[in-house]
């Protein structure tokens, strides 16, 4: 292994659960602002022929 290992921020316990659910939801919110926006149009599904 490496002896050049570097570890920049590292945890002795886990979070609260409401900080956990605060950063998923700071996430979410990141990752679908880099999304693109769906069009006004929509299709509704097709119903297959039984």
Same mark, same amino acid.
């Given at each position: 292994?490496?002896?050049? *290992?570097?570890?920049? @921020?590292?945890?002795?316990? *886990?979070?609260?659960?409401?900080?956990? @659910? %605060?950063?998923?939801?700071?996430?979410?919110?990141?990752?679908?602002? *880099?999304?693109? %926006?769906?069009?006004?149009?929509? %299709?509704?599904?097709?119903?297959?022929?039984?």
């Amino acid at each position: 292994m490496d002896q050049k *290992l570097f570890v920049s @921020r590292y945890l002795v316990a *886990l979070p609260s659960v409401e900080k956990l @659910r %605060r950063c998923l939801e700071a996430g979410r919110e990141r990752i679908e602002s *880099l999304m693109p %926006r769906p069009s006004a149009r929509i %299709r509704a599904p097709r119903n297959p022929k039984s």
